[in-house]
């Protein structure tokens, strides 16, 4: 796999997915119903951020990393 996303990209979806998934552990009015999928928003974001690569990028052919 080739990464697909840069720096910036990453930064953003990481703490975007760290939010999300703070908001799905919380005890807030109205969280029970959307904690299971925010959470797996959130982990999912962390996730790609963490590996630089996005699989919903490939049918739109959208690559934020620099090209060398």
């Given at each position: 796999m080739k990464k697909n996303m840069g720096g910036m990209d990453r930064g953003i979806r990481a703490v975007v997915g760290?939010?999300?998934m703070g908001y799905a552990m919380s005890n807030l009015p109205?969280?029970?119903t959307?904690?299971?999928p925010a959470g797996i928003v959130g982990f999912v974001f962390v996730?790609?951020?963490l590996i630089g690569w996005c699989p919903a990028y490939l049918p739109f052919g959208i690559k934020t990393c620099k090209m060398k």
């Open positions: 760290l939010g999300l109205g969280a029970e959307m904690m299971v996730l790609t951020a």
